[in-house]
Nanobody
């Protein structure tokens, strides 16, 4: 089991930026594609950004062109750079594997609040 700890959330005005980090207790990036998910209150968790083992990235339409996922294999850390934030981006953000068989226990997430 890999322990995942998200950080970097906070309160930001619309149009602002935040950089989220996800520290993994040990290497998982070499065995699974990784993703950033978000969960709005009362709604299902949704996948917003993925990065494959080979480094290819993909994004949900709602964040495409504004968010960038990246990773540092040496630090076992996943990042999400979020620019041009909108109030509808307000959510708790989590990282985890993308493939179901590699999913780890969910961390506490990091809260992003975007004010209008």
């Amino acid at each position: 089991q890999v322990h995942l700890v998200e950080s970097g959330g906070g309160l930001v005005q619309a149009g602002g930026s935040l950089r989220l980090s996800c520290a993994a207790s040990r290497s998982i990036f070499s065995i699974s594609a990784m993703g950033w998910y978000r969960q709005l209150q009362g709604k299902q968790r949704e996948l917003v950004a993925t990065i494959t083992r080979g480094g290819s990235t993909d994004y949900a339409d709602s964040v495409k062109g504004r968010f960038t996922i990246s990773r540092d294999n040496a630090k076992n850390t996943l990042y999400l750079q979020m620019n041009s934030l909108k109030p509808e981006d307000t959510a708790v953000y989590y990282c985890n594997a993308v493939e179901a068989r590699y999913l780890q226990d969910w961390g506490q997430g990091t809260l992003v609040t975007v004010s209008s």
